[in-house]
């Protein structure tokens, strides 16, 4: 039940956008997103509930389609802090509750001046 | 604020020694994580625990035990160790505002089994 995360890996020229997608076989509560710089603990981004409501820092963007279980996080004019792995975090309708996560298995994003 | 702290940061152990990680947190939170990571594994739930003196299992506990006596301390230990369990563990707490929460991570311990 690990969500699925496209692409693995992305390198784009400072100011480009991106998409990172996080899919679920099953009914997801909430999706969570993660940035980890190389050597570095994971930092948290955003948190998106089932219902609309959502909590993340300003720069951030991203989506939850709850009829797909997938999930989208948008990067816009990237610069070079945003380059790291990011990871989703997925929690599922089933063990509402039970406040645990399951991880992707992340997306290495490499910015280029 | 410390946030969350791990010791030791670095670990070599030989097949079979044991050894307990410390993780400590000073933001009051009731749930805390351990996780592991692996090259292209992203974070595997080892064992959480959603308040003092209680504790569950994750994804992948074979081989780890826990404990939570104390609120802001969440111990990890590996009886036996074993080169499978060459990685690197992060511990992480949270504070839930109902569904709203978001996990603070330690700096990581890098354990090597030889």
């Known amino acids: 039940q690990q969500p699925v995360q496209s692409p693995q890996a992305v390198i784009l020229r400072e100011g480009e956008d991106a998409v990172i997608n996080c899919s679920s076989s099953?009914?997801?509560?909430?999706v969570h997103w993660y940035r980890q710089k190389h050597g570095e603990a994971p930092v948290f981004l955003m948190i998106?509930?089932?219902?609309?409501e959502q909590k993340g820092h300003d720069k951030i963007s991203a989506s939850f389609n709850e009829k797909k279980q997938q999930s989208s996080l948008y990067l816009t004019a990237s610069q070079l802090s945003y380059s790291g792995t990011y990871f989703c975090?997925?929690?599922?309708?089933?063990?509402?509750?039970?406040?645990?996560?399951?991880f992707g298995t992340g997306t290495r994003l490499t910015i280029i001046p | 604020n410390a946030g969350v702290t791990q010791t030791p940061k670095f670990r070599v152990l030989k097949t079979g020694q044991s050894m307990t990680l410390l993780c400590a947190q000073d933001?009051?939170?009731?749930?805390m994580y351990w996780y592991r990571q692996d090259p292209g594994m992203g974070l595997r739930l080892i064992h959480y625990?959603?308040?003092?003196?209680?504790?569950a299992k994750g994804e992948v506990p074979d081989g780890y035990n826990v404990s939570r006596l104390k609120k802001q301390n969440f111990l990890l230990g590996l009886e036996s160790a074993a080169p499978s369990q060459t990685s690197v563990y992060f511990c992480?707490?949270?504070?839930?505002?109902?569904?709203?929460?978001?996990?603070?991570f330690g700096p990581g311990t890098r354990l090597t089994v030889t």
């Open positions: 992480a707490s949270s504070l839930h505002r109902g569904p709203i929460y978001e996990q603070y």
């Open positions: 099953k009914a997801l509560y909430s």
């Open positions: 998106l509930l089932k219902g609309g």
């Open positions: 975090g997925t929690a599922l309708l089933s063990n509402f509750g039970n406040e645990k996560l399951t």
């Open positions: 933001m009051n939170h009731e749930y």
């Open positions: 625990s959603v308040g003092e003196g209680t504790t």
